[in-house]
Structure formats: structure tokens, C-alpha cells
């Protein structure tokens, strides 16, 4: 007699609670079981959780037995909330990198806006200091420390406060940052 076998339609999917500390929102999965889950990339929109400010987070799922846990590996800044802070006579600065923390590789992406027009010698300025300011603080932190920076709003500040001595800004940002490969 032919062995009966049960199709995934008549399997039982349900909800699993994913741990993501980084985050304090809450996350459930549905699916038919945690290792099904495993490896899923996950779309969270933070924009609640900081009052405004249109971040997107991506977090990887990783099963560890019947734990799930979701480690970040990319921030972006809407183009929307980059479009609603631009005003007219004003000019923005934009940079990408990529540098190394503690862990792995990132790319980074800072967006400044200046309260006025400022001449090129001044934007190339503002873009050269923080792109040695960002890379001198990676190399110094894990992933998991400089996103969780990014998303208190840390860095930012900080950047902000070294390049007000160059040319006031309006805007200070990390419109993405990425995590590219992790060392074990």
C-alpha cells in the first residue's frame, strides 16, 4: 500500500514571535515552522518609533533552535522625508563609502543639508570631514553598536557638531547604512 504524504496545504502555518533587540516593536511571523523562517529578510518601518522620521530597517532572521532573532543589516532614509526637509536656497551634500567597523564591512551613506547656498570649496569640505569623522568611529564600534547609534540619533549629533564649525547645517543624516559582509 502507497505511503499517505501530507502536502504543505494541509500543514498548520502559525504565528512566531521574532526576538529583535535592537528594535522595540514587536514582530510575529506567520509560517509553517521557525526554520522556515530562517534566512528571511524582514522590512521594518521605524517612522512611529522616531517620531517622523521616515527610516526603514532591514533585519535577517536567524533560527536558533526554537528562538528566532533578527540581526539589522541595512538602514535607509525615505526620499520622501529627504524631499520634505529640502527648501529652496539651500544646498545638500551627499556621500557614499565604504569602510570598515570592528566586524565587517559597511557602506555609508551621510546627507547634509546647508542652511544656505554655500560655494563647491565649502560642500567639498563638509563631505571630506565627514567622511573622516564616519570612518574614525567605525572602525571603532561593532555593527550592532553603530546601528543602534544611527537609530538614537548619536552619530548624527556628533557629526552635525563637528561640521557646524565649517558651515551651519540644517539637516544632518545617515540616509543609508548597510552592512556588506560580516566577519565571524
Not at 554655500?118 to 553598536?145: C, I
Request: charged residues 30%; glycine residues 4%.
Amino acid at each position: 500500500m502507497a505511503e499517505k504524504t501530507t502536502s504543505s496545504r494541509e500543514k498548520k502555518k502559525s504565528f512566531f514571535d521574532v526576538n529583535a533587540p535592537i528594535t522595540s516593536s514587536k514582530i510575529s511571523l506567520y509560517a509553517l515552522s521557525p526554520s522556515e523562517l530562517n534566512g528571511r529578510i524582514v522590512t521594518l518601518d521605524m517612522t512611529r518609533n522616531l517620531r517622523g522620521k521616515n527610516l526603514e530597517m532591514k533585519l535577517r532572521i536567524q533560527a536558533e533552535g526554537d528562538k528566532l532573532n533578527a540581526e539589522p543589516i541595512s538602514i535607509e532614509i525615505m526620499g520622501s522625508y529627504i524631499r520634505r526637509m529640502m527648501r529652496k536656497g539651500s544646498d545638500y551634500v551627499e556621500d557614499s563609502f565604504v569602510t570598515s567597523c570592528k566586524d565587517g564591512q559597511v557602506v555609508a551613506k551621510p546627507f547634509l543639508i546647508t542652511r544656505n547656498k554655500v560655494s563647491r570649496s565649502v560642500r567639498n569640505q563638509l563631505r571630506v570631514t565627514a567622511k573622516e569623522y564616519l570612518s574614525g568611529h567605525f572602525t571603532t564600534r561593532t555593527a550592532k553598536e553603530l546601528f543602534s547609534e544611527i537609530i538614537s540619533n548619536k552619530i548624527q549629533k556628533e557629526l552635525s557638531l563637528k561640521l557646524k564649525k565649517i558651515y551651519p547645517l540644517a539637516l544632518c543624516e545617515i540616509r543609508i547604512f548597510s552592512l556588506i559582509e560580516q566577519k565571524k
